[in-house]
């Protein structure tokens, strides 16, 4: 049973870091691109970044620069590394491995 799992979010103030987990199991993450999205409550889900099987990385305008993603092959996990945090950063982070993988998703939300 294939199984991806967020983890490491939390309560931040502005211009701080969190870093994001997402580890599979029953899923060699290897083998997939695997891309991080955002849920904000009354918004769209927005697309963050993504990194492939390669490992070259992909971001959205509002993050580049901000925002670093890279994978652990050896613990089967992807991360989003998040510096200069804003309020409007503030959302439920999800990630997805392949077309089809989701996990649950773990609130980061960055207020004073």
């Known amino acids: 049973q294939v199984q991806v799992a967020e983890s490491g979010g939390g309560l931040v103030q502005p211009g701080g870091s969190l870093r994001l987990s997402c580890a599979g199991s029953?899923?060699?993450?290897?083998?997939?691109?695997v891309g991080w999205y955002r849920q904000a409550p009354g918004k769209e889900q927005e697309f963050i970044g993504s990194?492939?099987?390669?490992?070259?990385?992909h971001y959205a305008v509002a993050v580049e620069g901000r925002f670093t993603i890279s994978r652990d092959n050896t613990k089967n996990t992807v991360f989003l590394q998040m510096n200069s945090l804003k309020p409007e950063d503030t959302a439920l982070y999800l990630c997805?491995?392949?077309?089809?993988?989701w996990g649950q998703g773990t609130q980061v939300t960055v207020s004073s």
């Open positions: 997805r491995a392949g077309q089809s993988y």
């Open positions: 029953g899923i060699t993450f290897s083998a997939y691109t």
């Open positions: 990194i492939t099987t390669g490992d070259w990385t």
